[in-house]
C-alpha cells in the first residue's frame, strides 16, 4: 500500500505526524521538506532563539528519536515540484517521484519580495526559516557584544516588531519603518496599534510611518542604510524586511485544486474536515482556506496556532474522522515585558465599530475587546494570563454585551 505523505517542514506536519500514530494508524508515513531539518515551529525565531536565549533543540515539537521511534521517514532536502492527484504522484526536483495513498499539503508560506533595490546586499536579511534566524542572530549577537549596531526593520507587522523588540533588548539601534499610520494597524486596528507603537517608543524604538522604501543603499556589497519614498536615509547596518508572507499554493495550483479568491483571503480551499477538492488530498496551516462556522465565511490564518491545530486536525481526518474544524483563531505575541494572548477575527477596518478596554491600559495589564453592533468579535489579553476562555466564551454567545460587563471584565 502506498504511504500517507505530508509535504512541510513545519509544527503542522509533526502535529499531523503525531496524530495520525496517536489515532492507531501504522501504514507508511513520509514527511517531505524542502529544509535540512526535521519539522519546527516558527515563533521563537523572532523572539528567544533570535536572541540567543534558548538553545536549538527548543524549536522541535518532536525530536528525531520521536520519528525514529514512530517508524516515520523524514526526507529532508527535498521539494515537492510536482503533483498529480489522479495518479496520486508526486514528483521531487530531482526526478523522482513519490506516490501516496493520502497526502497533507502543509508547506507554509514564503516572505513577500520588498519591492526595492538593493535587497541583495550583505547584511539584508527575511526572516522564515531556522537559517535565517541563525544568521539575523550572529549579527545581532556579534554587534550587542561590540556595543554598535544600527538595525532598520521593514515592516511593522508582528514579525518586524518581535525583531525590533529583540534588537533593542540586545541594546542595539533599531528603527521600524511601516507603511501605515500605525504599527499592526492592519491587524489591530489604530487603537490597539497605538499601543504598541507606545511600547516601542517608550524602549527608543524610532517608529518612521505613512512611507515606504524606495531602495537599500550599500557599499563594498554590504548594506549601510535604508533610503525612504521622500529621499529621508536612515543608516543601517542590518535590515530585516518583514512586509507580510505569500502562501506557498504552487503544487495545488498546478494539479487543478480548488483555491480561493485573493479578495477572500487566497489559499487553498477545504471543507471542515480540510480535505480539498480532491478527496485524498488534505491541506492544512498558513495555506488552507477554512469554512468558520462562527464566522460563516473562510479564513486563512498565518499563526502558531493554525499550525498546531489544524496538523493534529487534518491527521485525524485523513484517517477518516468528520468532525468539523470549529477553532477560533488564537495567536500570541511577547515584546519585551509585553506579553499577549488573542483570540478571535476582526477585518480590519469595518469588522468593528469599537473597542472597549477592561483594566489598567497604562499598566499594560488589559483585556481588550473589539466589538461589531454590541456583538465581542474578538479579544486580546496583556499581561492577564488565563483570560482566553472567558473571552471566546463572550464571543461564541453572540449576545449583545453590556457596556458595563466588559468595563468588569478584569477585576
Same mark, same amino acid.
Given at each position: 500500500?502506498?504511504?500517507?505523505?505530508?509535504?512541510?517542514?513545519?509544527?503542522?506536519?509533526?502535529?499531523?505526524?503525531?496524530?495520525?500514530?496517536?489515532?492507531?494508524?501504522?501504514?507508511?508515513?513520509?514527511?517531505?521538506?524542502?529544509?535540512?531539518?526535521?519539522?519546527?515551529?516558527?515563533?521563537?525565531?523572532?523572539?528567544?532563539?533570535?536572541?540567543?536565549?534558548?538553545?536549538?533543540?527548543?524549536?522541535?515539537?518532536?525530536?528525531?528519536?520521536?520519528y525514529r521511534e514512530h517508524e516515520v521517514t523524514v526526507r529532508t532536502n527535498e521539494t515537492v515540484v510536482g503533483l498529480n492527484?489522479?495518479?496520486?504522484?508526486?514528483?521531487?526536483?530531482?526526478?523522482?517521484?513519490?506516490?501516496?495513498?493520502?497526502?497533507?499539503?502543509?508547506?507554509?508560506?514564503?516572505?513577500?519580495?520588498?519591492?526595492?533595490?538593493?535587497?541583495?546586499?550583505?547584511?539584508?536579511?527575511?526572516?522564515?526559516?531556522?537559517?535565517?534566524?541563525?544568521?539575523?542572530?550572529?549579527?545581532?549577537?556579534?554587534?550587542?557584544?561590540?556595543?554598535?549596531?544600527?538595525?532598520?526593520?521593514?515592516?511593522?507587522?508582528?514579525?518586524?516588531?518581535?525583531?525590533?523588540?529583540?534588537?533593542?533588548?540586545?541594546?542595539?539601534?533599531? /528603527?521600524? $519603518?511601516?507603511?501605515?499610520?500605525?504599527?499592526? #494597524? !492592519? *491587524?489591530? %486596528?489604530? @487603537?490597539?496599534? =497605538?499601543?504598541?507603537?507606545?511600547?516601542?517608543?517608550?524602549?527608543?524604538?524610532?517608529?518612521?510611518?505613512? /512611507?515606504? $522604501?524606495?531602495?537599500?543603499?550599500?557599499?563594498? #556589497? !554590504? *548594506?549601510? %542604510?535604508? @533610503?525612504?519614498? =521622500?529621499?529621508?536615509?536612515?543608516?543601517?547596518?542590518?535590515?530585516?524586511?518583514?512586509?507580510?508572507?505569500?502562501?506557498?499554493?504552487?503544487?495545488?495550483?498546478?494539479?487543478?485544486?480548488?483555491?480561493?479568491?485573493?479578495?477572500?483571503?487566497?489559499?487553498?480551499?477545504?471543507?471542515?474536515?480540510?480535505?480539498?477538492?480532491?478527496?485524498?488530498?488534505?491541506?492544512?496551516?498558513?495555506?488552507?482556506?477554512?469554512?468558520?462556522?462562527?464566522?460563516?465565511?473562510?479564513?486563512?490564518?498565518?499563526?502558531?496556532?493554525?499550525?498546531?491545530?489544524?496538523?493534529?486536525?487534518?491527521?485525524?481526518?485523513?484517517?477518516?474522522?468528520?468532525?468539523?474544524?470549529?477553532?477560533?483563531?488564537?495567536?500570541?505575541?511577547?515584546?519585551?515585558?509585553?506579553?499577549?494572548?488573542?483570540?478571535?477575527?476582526?477585518?480590519?477596518?469595518?469588522?468593528?465599530?469599537?473597542?472597549?478596554?477592561?483594566?489598567?491600559?497604562?499598566?499594560?495589564?488589559?483585556?481588550?475587546?473589539?466589538?461589531?453592533?454590541?456583538?465581542?468579535?474578538?479579544?486580546?489579553?496583556?499581561?492577564?494570563?488565563?483570560?482566553?476562555?472567558?473571552?471566546?466564551?463572550?464571543?461564541?454567545?453572540?449576545?449583545?454585551?453590556?457596556?458595563?460587563?466588559?468595563?468588569?471584565?478584569?477585576?
Open positions: 500500500m502506498n504511504p500517507f505523505v505530508l509535504v512541510g517542514g513545519g509544527l503542522t506536519t509533526a502535529r499531523a505526524a503525531e496524530a495520525l500514530r496517536k489515532e492507531g494508524y501504522r501504514g507508511d508515513l513520509v514527511v517531505v521538506t524542502s529544509e535540512p531539518h526535521h519539522p519546527y515551529e516558527r515563533p521563537p525565531l523572532s523572539k528567544d532563539y533570535l536572541r540567543g536565549e534558548s538553545e536549538r533543540d527548543a524549536v522541535f515539537p518532536l525530536d528525531q528519536a520521536w492527484p489522479g495518479e496520486h504522484m508526486l514528483t521531487l526536483s530531482d526526478g523522482a517521484t513519490l506516490p501516496f495513498a493520502k497526502l497533507l499539503l502543509a508547506p507554509g508560506s514564503t516572505p513577500r519580495p520588498l519591492d526595492a533595490t538593493g535587497t541583495d546586499l550583505s547584511g539584508v536579511h527575511y526572516l522564515r526559516t531556522i537559517d535565517d534566524s541563525d544568521r539575523i542572530s550572529s549579527m545581532l549577537l556579534e554587534a550587542s557584544l561590540e556595543g554598535v549596531g544600527r538595525v532598520a526593520v521593514v515592516g511593522d507587522g508582528w514579525i518586524g516588531l518581535e525583531v525590533a523588540a529583540s534588537a533593542r533588548t540586545l541594546g542595539l539601534d533599531v /528603527t521600524v $519603518v511601516g507603511r501605515g499610520s500605525h504599527p499592526l #494597524g !492592519r *491587524v489591530l %486596528g489604530p @487603537e490597539m496599534g =497605538d499601543f504598541y507603537a507606545g511600547v516601542h517608543v517608550e524602549h527608543d524604538v524610532r517608529l518612521v510611518r505613512r /512611507t515606504s $522604501v524606495s531602495g537599500l543603499q550599500g557599499a563594498d #556589497g !554590504r *548594506v549601510t %542604510g535604508v @533610503e525612504l519614498s =521622500d529621499g529621508t536615509r536612515i543608516g543601517a547596518d542590518v535590515v530585516v524586511i518583514g512586509v507580510g508572507a505569500t502562501p506557498n499554493i504552487g503544487l495545488a495550483e498546478v494539479a487543478g485544486l480548488d483555491l480561493r479568491p485573493a479578495a477572500e483571503g487566497g489559499g487553498i480551499v477545504v471543507d471542515g474536515t480540510l480535505a480539498t477538492s480532491h478527496p485524498d488530498i488534505f491541506a492544512a496551516g498558513d495555506v488552507a482556506s477554512i469554512p468558520s462556522p462562527h464566522y460563516g465565511r473562510p479564513l486563512r490564518v498565518e499563526h502558531w496556532a493554525t499550525a498546531e491545530r489544524t496538523g493534529a486536525h487534518a491527521g485525524r481526518a485523513m484517517l477518516g474522522a468528520t468532525a468539523p474544524f470549529d477553532r477560533l483563531p488564537y495567536f500570541y505575541s511577547d515584546q519585551y515585558d509585553v506579553g499577549m494572548e488573542y483570540t478571535g477575527w476582526v477585518d480590519v477596518p469595518g469588522g468593528y465599530d469599537d473597542v472597549v478596554v477592561s483594566g489598567d491600559l497604562g499598566a499594560r495589564e488589559f483585556v481588550a475587546f473589539w466589538l461589531l453592533d454590541g456583538q465581542v468579535v474578538a479579544g486580546m489579553a496583556v499581561n492577564v494570563w488565563e483570560q482566553m476562555d472567558r473571552v471566546e466564551e463572550l464571543i461564541r454567545s453572540r449576545r449583545k454585551v453590556p457596556r458595563e460587563e466588559l468595563d468588569a471584565f478584569v477585576g
